[in-house]
């Protein structure tokens, strides 16, 4: 096998990690290949001295046919892959050594376990839906899509948005709130979550459109279907407010007078690998620490 590994320059990924991770995979006829920036990064701050391969772009990947990239950290890590991937049916299999993470595999730091199940192909591919910005298409490349979620959100504390939501151009309601968050079922754990929205089950076709702390009271979360296009249009006394794709945030300003901001369901997937066996419910149990009373 050919694995690629991503991870963010941090002391959360020490270099021991990597060690372990080159041994093993050299002793089952894999190669191992490290995001370049990471690699570096271990060379210049741990005097790290293996002799890894490198890679950069989704060029690279194609080029080295990569079978799987690891992400070592948490949710935040793994969505960055997202921009490394792009189109390419690579499958990406999370590690987690961050925090709570609902796209990572728990292995309580025994990286041992997770390469097992690497190497004895104990993992299932699961096809993740995207989100696609149809406009503006900003300076994002060929990046203009997410994986969790696209943000409209204020960034004046003192002033509020206004903004109109239309499906399929046939309007639909106002919102006078902080923002808004279109999410895939991906990331219905995630920021749409924390703002009161719905959880779905990841294989369901569908869009969740979620208010950010609205004060129109009957503004609530819709869920609708993934063949829909979504448009947006924001004003509000200060016109400047930020656009986010996952991570990636762009500031915009609504005194221009373009099209308004598109949303549609990407036509590519994103292929995320689960060890198997997993149960998404079960995690949700696990993460939300359902059937379980803390006062205890």
């Not at 960034?155 to 509020?160: E, N």
Request: hydrophobic share 40%; with cysteine; glycine share 4%.
């Amino acid at each position: 096998m050919n694995i690629a590994l991503y991870a963010r320059n941090t002391n959360a990924n020490p270099p021991e990690y990597i060690s372990i991770i080159y041994n093993i995979l050299k002793q089952h006829q894999s190669q191992l290949y490290l995001y370049a920036p990471f690699y570096h990064y271990l060379q210049s701050t741990f005097n790290f001295s293996l002799n890894i391969p490198t890679l950069q772009n989704s060029d690279d990947l194609n080029q080295q046919h990569i079978d799987l990239l690891v992400s070592l950290g948490g949710d935040g890590t793994l969505l960055e892959t997202v921009s490394l991937v792009q189109k390419l049916p690579v499958p990406v299999l999370g590690i987690n050594t961050g925090k709570l993470g609902f796209l990572t595999y728990d292995v309580n730091q025994n990286i041992e376990e997770a390469l097992s199940l690497i190497l004895k192909k104990q993992y299932i591919i699961e096809k993740r839906s995207l989100l696609e910005l149809v406009y503006p298409t900003l300076q994002v490349g060929k990046i203009n899509y997410a994986l969790n979620e696209i943000v409209i959100h204020k960034t004046d504390s003192a002033s509020m948005l206004y903004i109109d939501i239309f499906i399929d151009d046939n309007y639909l309601t106002t919102i006078f709130a902080n923002g808004v968050i279109v999410s895939t079922p991906t990331g219905s754990t995630a920021y749409s979550l924390s703002c009161g929205g719905p959880i779905l089950e990841p294989s369901i076709n569908a869009m969740i459109i979620t208010p950010i702390a609205s004060h129109s009271l009957n503004a609530r979360p819709i869920v609708i279907s993934d063949q829909h296009t979504l448009s947006f249009k924001v004003s509000g006394r200060n016109p400047e407010y930020t656009l986010a794709l996952d991570a990636k945030t762009y500031q915009m300003s609504s005194a221009s007078k373009d099209e308004p901001i598109k949303i549609i369901r990407a036509s590519h997937q994103f292929h995320l690998a689960v060890p198997h066996p997993y149960h998404f419910f079960n995690s949700l149990k696990n993460k939300l620490y359902w059937s379980s009373d803390k006062r205890i």
